[in-house]
């Protein structure tokens, strides 16, 4: 079992001030995982030598694979390489290919080379260089063989490291881990499941299959299973995936699990099935004000499945396009189960869609009364061969009522397409 | 001047695996600058004990305020009360205020409340409870007085944490350093205006003037103008900012301005100018699909000037719904001018509103044509007076041209009602 531990360290005030999110810590983890090298902790810091040295010699010290992002550039407040080179106690030698090729740079720019540029062109001795095809500063790889630790320097732009870290870092470290990928993981999303339930249900497993952990990550409404499995070879990894997936879904409910893909979203589940079984769905919309409407139209291709849907955000315009009756309205009021069969109905009859579905509730901040609060919201559902409603109450500010309602509107449409 | 230090602490496997940028560290550097605390160090670690109380204790040594977000819910892997605790070497106790909000969320919500909830009421002995309005889990301050130290632990859901950050923590936070705000922002929300355009407009204004930062930051179709002022009193800051701002102002196109605030958007200034005047709109989508419909309605109180809109999609809802005329669609396209005049005007009848907005356009990856590529999107817009139209080549993926259409749209609604 592999029992390498790996973290990254990213440079950059803008980052610790909070003017962007460390989008090079995301993607390099992701890439790392890919390569099953698991990351155990990110760290940022702004552009300041004391405390960039301080958390290098942390890093330094804990793990054996350090990847470092930013500060290569040729100005004040690129202090990677000195850092480095204090931290690891190693000269720093003028890279003769760095040297041309950043010259080179500023030929093809046809604009003249400051001298203070050639400074990038610094890198510590006995280091495997990084060229750079995208910029001018190169990154490099520092070895410690003895150590079995490594640090990975490259530079901030991500058009300039990702070209490295996919070609020669890559290979650096797959030549270091020969075994290859050992970490996989597989994601059960879940909707319509309280956490507390799943983990409930779900408890007796953690930690009790070797090689597999299992967490889980919720949002309102939704919760995903994440199974990440690690062993000597690949196949092996796969099977204890898959066997802990088994496990899993005979201790849930297994129709919540609307996907088993990182980033899946449920109107991708939907419109799948409504394709694959040549389905047409229609929508008519009051709290969510055409919110479902986009996330159907969200996917490519989505005309195959959606001609239409109404935002009838007033009662006339509920009456006016959908012919919801007024005695209706005023007898139950607009959102109620009644209002939500005739809108779905109506909407049902003027699209002639296989599916139409409806949305009538309270959003909020205000509007709310005891009787009706708000979070209360209606659904309909009419298809060719009945209408049914479906009463929930959801709790959160405007935005979350609205998201989660359309989450479970998408719901009863990928649960009718199961049926 | 202020020597406090920093640094913020995120838990969550999905941080360190890559699933999700760390937004909010980012979110939270940012609100701590704004309170003239600047953050020296981010670090995010998975949900393990081990690596989170290595983490803990560095962060506890090396600064005065610590915050923390996430690891406070009610499962196996929510593992910070238990490690406070022991790096803080303190016990926890059940919070009798916090026991009953966590079983009023669940009577709310008319469901049974699955016991391992309650351990989210386990909060450490002597802190300050933070109490959780929008769902179960309090956070908690431990202020220890004598070493000027401070952890401040909050859920990891924004819509948890930000109100107890703006309220409470904030409050907190401004008692103990009673200097007050020494930093202040402001940002000059612009739409349809090219960065490089609005660079060189503002470029002498870079470093000109004395205890103001310029900063540019460019999403697509937008670009905020960072104003940050900083002076020894408050008074003095915000003259500082004003007077920068004017200077701005008098360089560029004033109306490209659509707000003056930190993540502000669009259609809360379109719904303000709205209600202000009494208009109301309607809206006519096609690439869209109901995106400018969800947006005009997340806006509290949008049934004020939001009756009704329809979501067209497929030519035959065009023509039955908005009356287009099958000859138009046949001569011209459905992605023309004509066709998003005649959706507006459609519109504007069917609803009797004082606007009607329409969108067609190909927002892709399939269906587009030299003549008629992927990102040509219509724009149409119906008053009592007249009927206008649009045409705008946007690009990116989907996601990207339905947003920008969906802006530009809300941005035509804006400068109508700017006349």
């Given amino acids: 079992v592999n029992t390498i531990t790996c973290e990254i360290l990213s440079t950059g005030t803008e980052i610790v001030q909070g003017l962007y999110p460390d989008t090079n810590a995301q993607m390099l983890s992701r890439r790392l995982k890919d390569l099953g090298i698991p990351v155990q902790y990110h760290t940022a810091v702004g552009d300041n030598k004391d405390t960039l040295a301080v958390a290098l010699k942390i890093a330094h010290n804990r793990s054996n694979v350090v990847v470092m992002t930013g500060g290569l550039g040729p100005t004040e407040d690129d202090?990677?390489?000195?850092?480095?080179?204090?931290?690891?106690?190693?000269?720093?030698?003028?890279?003769?290919?760095?040297?041309?090729?950043?010259?080179e740079h500023f030929t093809r720019r046809r604009i003249p080379m400051p001298e203070s540029n050639l400074i990038q062109a610094m890198v510590p001795e006995g280091c495997i260089p990084l060229y750079n095809f995208m910029g001018t500063a190169p990154g490099f790889i520092i070895h410690e063989k003895e150590k079995n630790k490594t640090i990975i320097t490259l530079p901030g732009p991500q058009r300039e490291w990702i070209p490295m870290f996919d070609g020669p870092v890559t290979e650096f470290l797959m030549a270091w881990f020969p075994t290859g990928i050992l970490f996989e993981t597989l994601v059960l999303r879940t909707i319509n499941v309280p956490e507390s339930k799943i983990n409930d249900q779900i408890s007796t497993?953690?930690?009790?299959?070797?090689?597999?952990?299992?967490?889980?990550?919720?949002?309102?409404?939704?919760?995903?299973?994440?199974?990440?499995?690690?062993?000597?070879?690949?196949?092996?990894?796969?099977?204890?995936?898959?066997?802990?997936?088994?496990?899993?879904?005979?201790?849930?409910?297994?129709?919540?699990?609307?996907?088993?893909?990182?980033?899946?979203?449920?109107?991708?589940?939907?419109?799948?099935?409504?394709?694959?079984?040549?389905?047409?769905?229609?929508?008519?919309?009051?709290?969510?004000?055409?919110?479902?409407g986009?996330?159907?139209?969200?996917?490519?291709?989505?005309?195959?499945?959606?001609?239409?849907?109404?935002?009838?955000?007033?009662?006339?315009?509920?009456?006016?396009?959908?012919g919801v009756r007024e005695q209706i309205l005023n007898q139950y009021g607009a959102v109620s189960g009644e209002v939500a069969s005739e809108m779905a109905s109506g909407m049902k009859r003027l699209s002639g869609a296989d599916y139409a579905v409806s949305i009538t509730g309270i959003a909020g901040p205000s509007g709310g009364t005891p009787a009706k609060p708000v979070g209360l919201v209606y659904f309909g559902l009419a298809t060719k061969d009945y209408v049914s409603t479906r009463e929930r109450r959801f709790t959160g500010d405007r935005e979350m009522i609205r998201e989660r309602a359309a989450d479970f509107a998408l719901d009863i449409l990928r649960r009718a397409c199961m049926n």
């Fill in 294 to 322: 986009k996330r159907l139209t969200d996917i490519p291709g989505s005309s195959a499945y959606f001609k239409e849907g109404i935002i009838a955000y007033s009662n006339e315009a509920k009456i006016k396009y959908l």
């Fill in 79 to 103: 202090l990677t390489r000195e850092v480095v080179s204090r931290v690891y106690n190693c000269g720093l030698k003028k890279d003769a290919q760095a040297v041309k090729m950043i010259c």
């Fill in 205 to 292: 497993l953690f930690g009790a299959i070797p090689g597999v952990t299992l967490g889980l990550l919720a949002k309102p409404g939704k919760v995903d299973i994440r199974i990440t499995a690690n062993a000597s070879t690949r196949e092996e990894t796969v099977d204890l995936l898959q066997s802990a997936r088994k496990k899993i879904l005979a201790c849930i409910d297994s129709k919540s699990v609307y996907a088993e893909k990182e980033d899946a979203t449920i109107e991708e589940t939907v419109a799948r099935l409504l394709v694959n079984q040549r389905l047409t769905v229609s929508v008519a919309e009051s709290c969510t004000g055409g919110l479902v």
